[in-house]
């Protein structure tokens, strides 16, 4: 091997490593990622569906669904009361504010409680940045440039929040939220009612935990699927345990019987992989 394979290989083996130690949770970490955003995927595709769209709307503004009993929706998983900031505060109380309640972000609300906007870590480093740089606005990118200025010139939480405040409401189905979050890169969303006056919080956190089945409830609709796939003979001949997302199956079934079982098993979601440890008998 010569020096520029040499080097090509070895550039190629520094790509595949992870760029920190691999922790040993973090196979399962992924596996709840991956599980999460086809839950997200699902819900978007629910909301693109021509038949099911809403009239136009604010992105801020999404209607309320009629759903099922079965359907967890945002009120079911929010945070009440939620912290938040009012217009008039100053950007120093800001940020012990931020420090107390341990968030990147909090709403912003006015004297009726709407919330009119969001202020985040980013906004308080971008006006200290600005202050501390003493940036002026050059040709390139003036109008963009004097914006920020104007905004880092700002002393109160209505100088420097970003408005309008992407919010959604506590009937809104917590699939819905989950979209609405990944599409904005949100780590948490204010909660309003209809007139825009703040009721709560939802954080992803809790919109992954709910969206995500634990594995019981796997295991209970890979149950029922054996009882629809198998005959009655065959039923207890198969074992089934679920872990993380993975589902195993023992025991003994006759070949399509066992071929179907699996195929029905990869179809039920949030289910990661499934191990076919079955036998002909």
Known sequence: MNEHENFSTGTEARRSMPSRPWR????NRQDTLVRYL???????????RPEKQ??????????????????PLVRDVMEVPAAWLRDDLPYREIARQLAREHVGALPVVDAEDRVVGVVSESDLLAKVAVEASGHRPGPV??????????????????????SPAITVLPGAT???????????RLKRIPVTDHEGRLVG???????????????????????????????????????VTVHDGIVELT?????ATGD???????GIADVVEVKNLLTVD
């Open 174 to 184: 917590v699939a819905e939220a989950a979209w609405l979050a990944a599409l904005s």
């Open 54 to 71: 809403p009239p136009p709307a604010p992105v801020d503004a999404p209607r309320e669904p009629a759903t099922g009993s079965g359907t």
């Open 38 to 48: 086809g839950a997200v995927v699902t819900a978007a595709a629910e909301h693109a």
């Open 201 to 239: 919080a939802v954080g992803r956190d809790a919109l992954l935990r709910t969206l995500i089945r634990d594995d019981a409830g796997i295991q209970a609709e890979v149950e029922d699927r054996i009882r629809t796939v198998c005959a009655p003979g065959d039923r207890t001949t198969v074992q």
């Open 24 to 27: 040993a949770s973090e196979g």
């Open 251 to 255: 025991g003994q079934l006759p070949a």
């Open 260 to 266: 179907r079982l699996v195929a029905e098993t990869e």
């Open 141 to 162: 990118g003036r109008l963009r440039g004097r914006r920020l200025l104007d905004k880092a010139q700002g002393e109160t939480a209505a100088d420097l929040m970003t």
